[in-house]
């Protein structure tokens, strides 16, 4: 009974072993499909004292086919999934061109902030450019966009200043969302860039306040006051239009079809006629909204200016006198040797006390005759207010011109805005450039990335045979014993 168990027994193994041996050839079997051993090929060759380069070497010259399968086949992966992650991507380079760049600025000495190309009202503007107030929202659209330096690769050393630097170059990278169907991602990508352009030279290029035309609260104002109101604002467009001109006499906007040069007449027209006449009837009229208050203004200010003309006339006065009493002999024309800009020696007329005192006298005097005009321009407003019999009619034309004036020096502030702002693009246009990615260097890279990867891959794979040819070789030295 003993002997057939042990009998048994030893069936049992002897078939588990045929299993094993079974399964371990079956395993190698499956291995060899992929695996070409080195005596099959080099049926000479003699590994045994190898070093590991050297069977590396036969390992792979062996299996070169099947590796280089496995490579294309990797290389054909990568390149798929690589077009599939930049599919919809764009690239451009913003590179800023104006000289307070290099300090963090904006033109207007501002601190420049590349991230307001991502704001909320930087992607609010994109969105009404391109119609899709319907297809993504402003938060949305600013996750599509990545912003690098472009330099980064810089090497800077904190204890050298001379490393330091402020980047004025930067790669944006949108990624185009599936749910915007109705623009290209070309198209979207040019949105974004003229968006940033155009909202960089509102904001931080030139401020114009003074072509914001606005009259103001003026209820309470007084008719003539109006009219000099109306003066003053014309003349602040005319001074900065005048400045234009000097600055470029030729330039003419595409958009508004005008030139500095006419937007200066198209003002001093509005001052010469409408202007003029809403004064002059307001004034022949002696029309007032309140005649006691006003009347007690104009008295009030001719007291002051009477005692400012007074003081004016008491300093020309004694320098008039200073002149008359100064000792003629030192009157005579003074020369002093000096020396001009070519290094030549040369007798130059030099200024003496009668000099100064002559031009601090003509300073008087004429300060003192704008003070006094001052005075008989306002009591020739007391006489005509306190003596005006104006009628409800007058008073509403009037008003009906001073809505006149105010609606044309609105319609001329608006061109001259819109003329100045185009002038401005003109003259700054390459403040802000953005240059797309070229096509070729970006293949180029492609390629050159997939061809890494790849050669990374054969290196891999080729220590994974090495690996795998100890193991087939550890495996049948078990089968064989």
């Known amino acids: 009974m003993k002997s057939e168990l042990n009998q048994s027994i030893k069936g049992l193994a002897i078939r588990g072993d045929i299993l094993m041996r079974k399964g371990r050839k079956s395993e190698r079997k499956g291995l060899r499909r992929f695996f070409t051993r080195i005596e099959e090929k080099y049926r000479d060759a003699n590994l045994q004292d190898a070093n590991i380069v050297k069977r590396l070497f036969f390992i792979v010259s062996s299996n070169i086919k099947n590796i280089l399968v496995f490579v294309c086949i990797f290389a054909a992966l990568w390149t798929l999934v690589s077009y599939i992650g930049n599919f919809g991507k764009r690239t451009v380079t913003l590179s ?65 200043e001379s490393t330091y630097y402020i980047s004025t ?12 169907s109705s623009v290209s991602v070309d198209d979207m990508t040019e949105l974004i860039c003229k968006a940033y352009n155009d909202r960089f030279h509102e904001e931080y290029v030139g401020t114009k306040s003074v072509l914001k035309y606005d009259l103001g609260d003026i209820d309470g104002m007084e008719y003539i006051e109006i009219a000099k109101q109306f003066t003053k604002k014309s003349d602040q ?75 004016y006339m008491i300093d020309y006065n004694v ?83 001073i809505e006149s004036v105010d609606t044309e020096l609105k319609n001329v502030a608006a061109v001259a805005d819109t003329t100045d ?48 040819d100890g193991y087939i070789r550890r495996r049948e030295d078990g089968l064989n014993e």
């Open 96 to 160: 800023l061109n104006y000289e307070e760049a290099s300090k963090g600025q904006n033109p207007n000495l501002t601190r420049y902030n590349v991230y307001e190309l991502k704001s909320e009202e930087m992607m609010e503007k994109v969105i009404e450019y391109g119609g899709l107030q319907d297809e993504i929202e402003p938060l949305e659209l600013a996750d599509c966009i990545d912003i690098d330096e472009a330099n980064m690769g810089k090497a800077i050393d904190p204890l050298d």
């Open 169 to 180: 170059s930067y790669t944006v990278t949108y990624k185009h969302p599936a749910r915007i």
């Open 237 to 311: 467009m005319l001074q900065y239009i005048q400045q234009r001109i000097k600055e470029n006499a030729t330039y003419r906007s595409d958009v508004t079809g005008q030139s500095f040069q006419t937007i200066n007449k198209m003002i001093q027209n509005v001052q010469a006629y409408s202007i003029k006449k809403y004064y002059s009837f307001v004034l022949e009229s002696g029309l007032s909204r309140n005649r006691e208050h006003y009347l007690r203004t104009l008295n009030y200010k001719n007291d002051m200016f009477d005692i400012k003309y007074r003081k």
């Open 319 to 401: 320098r008039k006198q200073g002149v008359e009493n100064y000792d003629s002999a030192m009157i005579g024309t003074v020369m002093v040797p000096s020396v001009n800009e070519k290094s030549e020696y040369y007798m130059s007329r030099t200024n003496i006390g009668t000099d100064y005192l002559t031009r601090d006298a003509d300073y008087s005097l004429s300060e003192g005759n704008v003070v006094q005009r001052d005075i008989i321009e306002n009591n020739d407003i007391i006489a005509k207010v306190s003596a005006s019999s104006a009628s409800q009619a007058d008073y509403e034309k009037a008003e009906q011109l």
């Open 421 to 468: 702002k185009e002038y401005i693009k003109h003259t700054t246009k390459d403040y802000l450039t953005f240059k797309a990615t070229d096509d070729n260097s970006g293949i180029m890279f492609f390629l050159l990335t997939v061809i890494g990867s790849a050669a990374v891959f054969f290196v891999l794979l080729s220590v994974l045979y090495y690996f795998v």
